[in-house]
């Protein structure tokens, strides 16, 4: 296969900088959001669409898993800037049709950047690459579904197929998707959430012995201290800082740890009161800490061991509800305060000022998002925030808890249904209850773990249930080869992304209904269900006709393949599943713990909340009964001279790899994406200068080296030695070995690069296993110098 380089993107950009912004939202944001709707929507669609986003009787926001408030107080327009963006980009109306097909080769396609395609439109009609054609063509639903069942049935053994999904699935899709893995015969059902909260699912089931947050809507309005950690919500969550508002309304204070001070933190103008939209707007964070990327561990510590030295602890708490808590204090005892500084550039001082937060503190809800959970500490670092809840009893009390903030807006509700390639065995004892089978019970592939697989031509068939696989992964060449070892891939989407392009030997678009859209599967109006990030699952249903007839549903498409595949075999019936999603509903309320009466419950204004058993009893379902203070030796990450620390990030016009737009407004960045935001010293001392381009080239512990070619850089205050750049262009950059210690989440927030001035313009770009040549002395790798 020929390696493709995206200097065509490159030239699509034309990078402008500007001064950063201060305040998030306000009337800019109002405007934007209308501009982009009445561009890609036009009038009608607009006002069908947003009138509907979040109300109790209209659909799900797809842009992120933040909560809603009671049906009772919401607004009439209960959605953000990004949200109305996330519609606008589905509810599109433009097409890509089988005529787009027979004009566009492979070769062609494969040249244009993730921003073109999605700017193509909508996919209306099943398409098929045959082996060795050069064009898609179209292909019938069911000739598509004997493909893939066919192809599937012919493997040596089913865990030569990869199920993957995306957090975009609905609750019925789900699980009908892992029931057809499962019956099918294997485990291996990787999701987006491996290279998301995976950390945080991993540390929390073993410190609390669930992996959600502990919070409710409410909780977070009732708080006294509001932690934000490595978490832009401004961009990624904008939602949230309405209730952040409230909160400070009831005297809440909030402390913002983050490397960047995003817009977010210090000004919000709240476009649905007249303060927000004329005035001043809201200051929000009482105090920024700008920590060291992945100094988080380090700081977390610090803060329990001052809080252990002040006194500030919830003895009761303690006592009834934890083990571990002598065995952590000894540990922090003995702190060393040098490598704290050094993980964290932080001072002693700026330290205590946040722990005094906490002490002055009643409640407190510390909040989490991938700034936190894609590091190879990760899992500690989350342990180490658990820690420090627990010794102020903060969890399973109003205004206090552990709230990871989760990313796609069904994600969560895709692992409540069983996507999970390490699902418990009390889950898979209950699928052979309820379908007479017995589901396979060693663990399945997770997404780095099904590259390696497709990489090492042990893997054949891949399915995605939405995303875009190769450019969401880490080690974007070495994710595109895997994949093209397949003998067939198969993406279910809505939209076209380079997974598209990058085919097994063959390959088949199956398009599908997005959540903007009428879903009439069966001669009958369906609905579908979704659970947000505080446990809370509700109903959905679009207000759009399809974009196009031939459009089928997730659910319908996923019921067709286990038909194809499976038959009558387990006698699981697919058929009345995909006529009526309420009969997979009933299969949900016997399968899945908190969902009895599912139907029902789904049916209240607002939905229902799972059970979580430390929110609502204290009760901590570990091999202890109790939360576990846990001890993680402080870690300092070494960066080698001349080389930086860089974390890969969103702008404000993307959605993970759907690029909306080449604007980063609040951080001052227009007309382009390929930049590099560098500390002013920073660049001086490298002997650049800002505005000149670069090829960023990440070196790792085999030798390799990984370049991405051709990104300005920007000076852009953070702590030094920090750098940051968009993902997904500088996944390329992350090689799948980098990975988080037990969750196997890539470390996407901290990957050693060098700015290679004379590089840019050079041929090749990407090396690999040392094919560009190894120099023993510029080797360095993420690891941790341990120093306790
Ligand atoms: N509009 C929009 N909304 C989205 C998405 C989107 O792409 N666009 N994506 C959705 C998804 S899937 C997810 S998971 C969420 C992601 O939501 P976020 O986690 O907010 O996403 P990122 O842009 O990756 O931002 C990471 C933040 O962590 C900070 N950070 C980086 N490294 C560190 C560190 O070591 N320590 C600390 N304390 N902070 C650090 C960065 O400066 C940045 O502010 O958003 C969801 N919502
Ligand atoms: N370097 C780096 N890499 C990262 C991250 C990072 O911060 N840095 N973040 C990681 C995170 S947090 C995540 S969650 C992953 C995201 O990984 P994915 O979830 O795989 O990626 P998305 O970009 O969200 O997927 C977009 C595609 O989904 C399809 N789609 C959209 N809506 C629908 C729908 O309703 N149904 C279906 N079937 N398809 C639909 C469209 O075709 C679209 O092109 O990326 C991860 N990768
Ligand atoms: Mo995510």
Redesign the pocket.
Known sequence: MTRWTRDRDVDEQNVEVHDQKHAAAGITAVAVSMKRSLEQMGPVRTAKTLLKLNQADGFDC?SCAWPDPDPDHRHTAEFCENGAKAVAE?ADTARVTPEFFRQHSLADLRERSEFWL?KQGRITEPMVLREGATHYEPISWDDAFALVGGTLNGLASPDQAVF?T????SNESAFSYQLFARAYGTNNLPD??N??HESTSIALQEVIGIGKASVSYQDVLDAKLIVIMGQNPGTNHPRMLTALEAAKKNGAKILAINPLKEAGFTRFKNPQSPRGVAGPGTELADLHLPVRINGDLALMQAIGSLLLEWGCLDRDFIERHTVGFEAWATHVRELDWTAVEKATDLSRAQIEEAAGMFRDSPATVTCWA?GVT?HRNAVATIKEISNVAFLQGNIGRPGAGLFPVR??SN?QGDRTMGIWERAPQSFLDSIQKEFGFNPPREDGLDTVNAIRAFRDHEAKVFVG?????V????DTHIAEEALGNADLTV???????RSHMVPGRQALILP?L??TEKDRTGGRTQRITVEDSVCAVHASQGPLEPASPHLRS?TDIVCSIAEATLGDRHGIPWRSFRDDYTEIRKRIAHVVPGCEAYDEKVDRPGGFVLPHPPRDSRTFDTPEGAAVFSVSPLDVLHVPEGRLLMQ???SHDQ????IYGLDDRYRGVSGGRRVVFVHPLDIAELGLEPDQVVDLVSEWTDGSERTAKGFRIVSYHQPRGCAAAY??E??AL?PLDSVALQSNC?T??SVIIRLDPNGHGASGSTGRGGEQGEDAGHKSHPQPEHLS
Do not use: D, W
């Open positions: 797809m589905e999605g993957y995306s957090g975009r699935a987006c959430s290279m998301c991938m894609q990313g796609h994600v249930l939405g995303g875009n696989f450019a969401a992964a880490p993406q279910i989407s809505t939209k076209l992304n599908t997005g959540r997730e890969t990030l969103r959605f993970n790899t759907t993902y997904p500088t996944n992350i890539p996407s927030k």
